[in-house]
């Protein structure tokens, strides 16, 4: 770490933000005593908190966003030389950057040609929302407003987001939701939900068929979206079964559904060999959103992307002085984002870390098979390229998952080595139980094999 900041002001950066912050997702009552973690620089995949403490990080900044690691400068000057050149006008205009980075991006994502800026994921989804329920009010007479989501899954913090979020313990105390948001079942074959019988269809295929028991149940007339991950990240490194999607896919046809994959996780390389989740299973999707790793974190961009046949429903009526979409995101204007963005997806090409990611996902999850194989208490480990998970569960016949103490205990030991680690957090009760590992995608596989080393030192410590 470099010495630009002597410890007397590293002690005032923590009094200042023990006394004055208000951090996400963290009970502060333990600040009284002890010091909150302030993170001070970043290199690579290593960061220095203020004790001058080196970690691993395999988290990409703790929730999957830094995917070309840290400290690029090409990224810092193409922001600088943007915002001296122009930092911010509205959306209502175009950007030099905000237009190559819209050719680029839909470059990559055949079958999509719009790109709307905004500045985070829930935004995106909401964006996403707003413009089915507008298509509902203008095509189908005012029906079609309806919009499923899954269980598990999760596409944001605001009330409107959270109304389609799939994870009950997130939500408590938060309510109440907006209606015509409506759960379908999750597609976690290792916790199999009652009623499948595996001698009739896969799990994949009963899961996908329960989506379409429920447009039944509300009324093809009445359902007009279905927003999923394509990776369930936050509820528990999902992936999906096999048949699943394609089933999926079909509903969506049969019932004029519109399809909205949420990429915010996913999204830009995440999941190896394709730029984006959806595009291992062959989904065409009408809506696209994405968020965390489109800049990796060094400007605040998310976008919400759409095919021309959307797109055209807002055009397609001039003489209506409703027919466009009447949406304001102010911080969409920001020229530093898509700046930023263009100069990610270039690192991500020249250095070749799509492959990369796939090369080192495949490694880690070798790695964490292994882990499975000498700990019991790991139940299932799940993933697609460096975006995986492993189950704790006390027992592996009954799948009873381990505590929430025990699962902090196997983090906190990982921290003592120096490397940083996640688990699913005030996500679903009861399972809150699964280790996460992000890893930015410019690992190496002495990277991939530190981290899964201290996670078997930690289990070993924890569990014996
Ligand atoms: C799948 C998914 N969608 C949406 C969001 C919300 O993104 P943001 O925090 O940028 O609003 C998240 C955040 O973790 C996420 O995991």
């Known amino acids: 770490m470099d010495g630009t900041l002597s410890q007397n002001d590293l002690s005032h950066v923590v009094d200042a933000d023990r006394a ?7 009970q502060h009552k333990p600040f009284e005593t002890g010091e909150p973690r302030v993170i001070i620089e970043g290199r690579g995949m290593r960061v220095w908190d203020q004790n001058g403490k080196e970690f691993l990080d395999a988290v990409s900044g703790g929730v999957w966003t830094v995917n070309v690691g840290y400290g690029r400068e090409s990224i810092a000057n193409a922001v600088r030389d943007q915002l001296i050149k122009l930092n911010y006008f509205a959306g209502s205009a175009g950007s030099v950057p905000g237009a190559l980075f819209s050719e680029k991006l839909i470059s990559k994502m055949p079958g999509m040609s719009r790109v709307y800026f905004t500045n985070s994921g829930s935004e995106a989804n909401e964006k996403a929302f707003k413009m089915i329920r507008q298509i509902a009010h203008k095509r189908h007479g005012g029906k079609k407003t309806k919009i499923l989501y899954r269980d598990r899954d999760y596409h944001g913090g605001t009330i409107a987001t959270m109304s389609a979020g799939g994870q009950d313990e997130r939500n408590i105390q938060y309510g109440p939701f907006v209606p015509d948001f409506i759960r379908v079942p999750h597609c976690m074959e290792y916790r199999a939900q009652e009623g499948w019988n595996p001698e009739s269809e896969s799990y994949g295929e009963w899961a996908a068929n329960q ?15 279905l927003c999923l991950e394509p990776v369930t990240a936050g509820g528990g490194v999902i992936t999906p079964p096999e048949g699943y999607w394609q089933r999926v896919q079909e509903i969506c046809r049969k019932y004029d559904v519109l399809l909205h994959i949420d990429e915010v996780v996913c999204g830009v390389g995440r999941t190896g060999t394709h730029w984006f989740g959806y595009q291992h299973y062959g989904i065409e999707p009408d809506f696209v959103t994405m968020a965390k790793g ?11 992307v759409t095919t021309e046949r959307v797109f ?10 409703l027919n466009y979409f009447r949406d304001i995101s102010t911080f969409g204007g920001c020229t530093a984002g898509p700046a930023a963005a263009l100069e990610n997806m270039r690192i991500i090409e020249d250095e070749g870390l799509l492959e990369n990611t796939t090369a080192m996902g495949d490694r880690m999850m070798g790695n964490l098979q292994a882990l499975m194989e000498k700990h019991r208490v790991v139940g299932d480990v799940r993933g697609k390229g460096l975006f995986l998970g492993a189950e704790l569960v006390a027992d592996r016949a009954t799948k009873e998952p381990v505590s929430e103490k025990q699962v902090a205990q196997v983090l906190a030991e990982c921290g003592a080595q120096g490397v940083i680690i996640g688990s699913t957090n ?27 080393e201290a996670v078997d030192k930690a289990l070993t410590k924890v569990f014996g």
Do not use: Q
Not at 294 to 304: D, E, L, N, P, R
Not at 426 to 443: C, E, K
């Open 294 to 304: 489109v800049a990796s974190g060094y400007a605040a961009i998310a976008c919400c």
């Open 211 to 225: 989506i379409e028991e429920v447009i039944l149940r509300e009324g093809p007339d009445t359902v007009g979206g």
């Open 426 to 452: 005030r996500s679903v009760r009861g399972f809150n139980n699964t280790l996460y590992f992000s890893p930015a995608l410019i690992a190496t596989p002495d990277d991939i094999d530190e981290i899964t």
């Open 312 to 321: 055209e429903m807002f055009k397609d009526d001039a003489d209506d002085p």
């Open 20 to 26: 004055h912050v208000w951090h996400h997702l963290i």
